[in-house]
């Protein structure tokens, strides 16, 4: 790994227009600099700037769709290879991460809540905590992470760096009330009226966007978001029909494949899966097989039925796994009656992140609907100074 790597830093150009920085990172990494500390033997240093460029470097090195963003960008891919960036950041923040001296400002005083320890959270309250706010992270699951730690399988971002986040966040001060959900006992108002100076709501999209054909109810029938939460607890049997063809149902085939199911079909509406190239590749090499243009029209206890040129076909299935994208579930956004959705059924938020609760934030997959993890750093980071700014003038 460390030779590769190190042969792949030096194939770098360090351009001084670097494409993969400007046109290919969402959150504009400093790649050539990176790059060019690791090759001076500064490898801490480099860490650091990436840590405070991107709080979940190390999380958005595995998990990033590189070829479509920095690696798909850089120059040495017009003809030939283009630097494997993705392993050069994932080798400096994961070998540097517990040694990470983050400088925390003194603390000025100020609480803070942030509900859900999902990408959104965990990069808020790590960057308010530095500045010197105290946080509260109320987490409805016992663990943080969300989709992080309960919708990407183990085998594409291990579970223990998202225990090594938590690790690092206790460091900085910030304390957390895992199993506990803000909207039930608790509301928004609570948190206000205890002297917490701004909310910052990072919730996520967990509820799985349904078909909206017949069968979905049936028993051999389950949604993406739900199975990889725990795939454990699910006998899939030998059989299976997976519907969707982006990453989270490449993230469901393989995961099947990985417990015991031998005949794992996804089902493409179209003529192209909308996964990444590499999950896609990833998922053939598994063993999982493609049908395309596909269209279900029902589900039976048998399996799927999709619409042919020559009628109905049923194609017999033991379990049919519908995955096409999730939107918000919370009961914060049901219970809060100030708090106003979009026309899309997401929170509604204003230019600088605010909900129409007054010194109330939110980002991430509950205003956005699912999207990827370094777009939710990216909106988070912002979010972050537009509460430093609220704390500072209310
Ligand atoms: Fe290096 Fe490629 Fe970025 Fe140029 S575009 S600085 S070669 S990684």
């Not at 009961?331 to 100030?338: A, D, L, P, Q």
């Amino acid at each position: 790994m460390s030779v590769h790597v190190i042969d792949e830093a030096s194939r770098c150009l360090q351009c001084p227009n670097p494409r993969c920085r400007e046109n290919g990172c969402p959150i504009h990494t400093n790649i050539p600099e990176m790059i060019r500390l690791f090759k001076e033997n500064k490898m801490m240093e480099a860490a650091e700037m990436l840590f405070e460029n991107n709080p979940l470097s190390m999380i958005c090195s595995l998990v990033c769709n590189h070829e479509n963003q920095c690696e798909g960008n850089c120059v040495r891919g017009i003809k030939g290879d283009p630097i494997h960036i993705s392993s050069i950041e994932n080798y400096i923040s994961d070998s540097c991460f517990e040694r990470l001296e983050l400088k925390k400002a003194p603390s000025n005083g100020i609480k803070a809540a942030v509900i859900g320890a999902g990408p959104a959270g965990i990069t808020i309250a790590i960057i308010l905590a530095l500045k010197g706010y105290s946080i509260t992270v109320f987490e409805t699951h016992d663990k943080i992470g969300g989709i992080l730690r309960y919708g990407i399988p183990e085998f594409r971002l291990p579970k223990s760096i998202l225990d090594r986040y938590y690790v690092k966040m206790r460091e900085l001060g910030i304390k957390f009330r895992p199993n506990f959900s803000i909207g039930g006992s608790t509301n928004i108002q609570d948190l206000l009226n205890d002297g917490y100076k701004s909310v910052f709501i990072g919730t996520g999209a967990w509820r799985p966007r349904k078909l909206g054909i017949p069968g979905e109810t049936f028993g051999n029938v389950y949604y993406a978001i739900n199975y990889l939460n725990n795939p454990d607890v699910y006998d899939l049997g030998d059989k299976v029909a997976i519907i969707g063809a982006g990453n989270a149902a490449m993230d469901v085939a393989r995961t099947a494949i990985r417990h015991g199911s031998r005949d794992v079909t996804v089902y493409v509406r179209g003529q192209e899966v909308s996964a990444s190239k590499q999950e896609f590749e990833y998922a053939k090499v598994d063993g999982v097989k493609f049908e395309y243009n596909m269209s279900i029209v029902r589900i039976e206890d048998d399996g799927p039925v999709f619409k042919m040129e020559d009628g109905e076909k049923l194609i017999p299935a033991d379990s049919i796994l519908i995955a096409i994208s999730q939107v918000p579930q919370d009961r914060i956004i049901s219970k809060e009656k100030n708090l106003k959705l979009n026309e899309k059924g997401n929170l509604a938020t204003n230019e600088l992140g605010e909900t129409t609760i007054p010194g109330v934030f939110a980002s991430g997959d509950v205003v956005t609907g699912a999207k990827t993890v370094v777009a939710a750093v990216a909106v988070s980071k912002q979010i972050a100074e537009d509460m430093h700014k609220f704390m500072q003038t209310n």
